[in-house]
T-cell receptor, first 112, second 112 residues
Framework: GAVVSQHPSWVICKSGTSVKIECRSL??????MFWYRQFPKQSLMLMATSNEGSKATYEQGVEKDKFLINHASLTLSTLTVTSAHPEDSSFYIC????????FGPGTRLTVL | DAKTTQPTSMDCAEGRAANLPCNHS???????VYWYRQIHSQGPQYIIHGLKNNETNEMASLIITEDRKSSTLILPHATLRDTAVYYCIVSGYGGSQGNLIFGKGTKLSVKP
């Protein structure tokens, strides 16, 4: 299947700082990528839909000014968690669409 | 998108077939049945999908009932590495255009 990568795989930061997570489609171009969040022992929850060259579409309850999404190329989408707080600690997963939807390995964010 | 119902957990002996059921009684005519799995602390992995015919690939088989209200994912010879949470998802657009809505899934434990 197609390969989607994320960087970093894990990050620890201090409260109030910003963290950028990259999502790349390695062997295909993706006009649409999705960002999910998963808290411990819970299922994945969609945060936003990232479209290349246009503004992201956010799910209800997700603050667009806090979770900045940029999809500047057909192989890269970035999620920036601004002014991160401990409650933002979670497992962030992206996915990209080719013939099917493929997921990245996830990024574990811990905010101290 | 239609909702799915899966058992919370299942056990399977190593080497035996694992049969994971899923109910999707409100599925509509253009919705596909998708199966993904998530091994601990990793991103979801695509397994298989189908519309109305049974499907088989190198990972698993998917049996969809004639009325399409339920399906079964079959792992023919389960190994310890198949221990994961398995998600049955019903999605329009064939899953290739829309976001996937994850339920709680079935936690499959393969035991030696």
């Amino acid at each position: 299947g197609a390969v989607v990568s994320q960087h970093p795989s894990w990050v620890i930061c201090k409260s109030g700082t910003s963290v950028k997570i990259e999502c790349r489609s390695l062997d295909f171009q993706a006009t649409t990528m999705f960002w999910y969040r998963q808290f411990p022992k819970q299922s994945l929850m969609l945060m936003a839909t990232s479209n290349e060259g246009s503004k992201a579409t956010y799910e209800q309850g997700v603050e667009k000014d806090k979770f900045l999404i940029n999809h500047a190329s057909l192989t890269l989408s970035t999620l920036t968690v601004t002014s991160a707080h401990p409650e933002d600690s979670s497992f962030y997963i992206c996915s990209a669409i080719t013939n099917e939807q493929f997921f990245g390995p996830g990024t574990r964010l811990t905010v101290l | 998108d239609a909702k799915t119902t899966q058992p919370t957990s299942m056990d399977c002996a190593e080497g035996r077939a694992a049969n994971l059921p899923c109910n999707h009684s409100t599925i509509s005519g253009n919705e596909y049945v998708y199966w993904y799995r998530q091994i601990h602390s990793q991103g979801p992995q695509y397994i298989i999908h189908g519309l109305k015919n049974n499907e088989t690939n190198e990972m698993a088989s998917l049996i969809i009932t004639e009325d399409r209200k339920s399906s079964t994912l079959i792992l023919p010879h389960a190994t310890l590495r198949d221990t994961a949470v398995y998600y049955c998802i019903v999605s329009g657009y064939g899953g290739s255009q829309g976001n996937l809505i994850f339920g709680k899934g079935t936690k499959l434990s393969v035991k030696p």
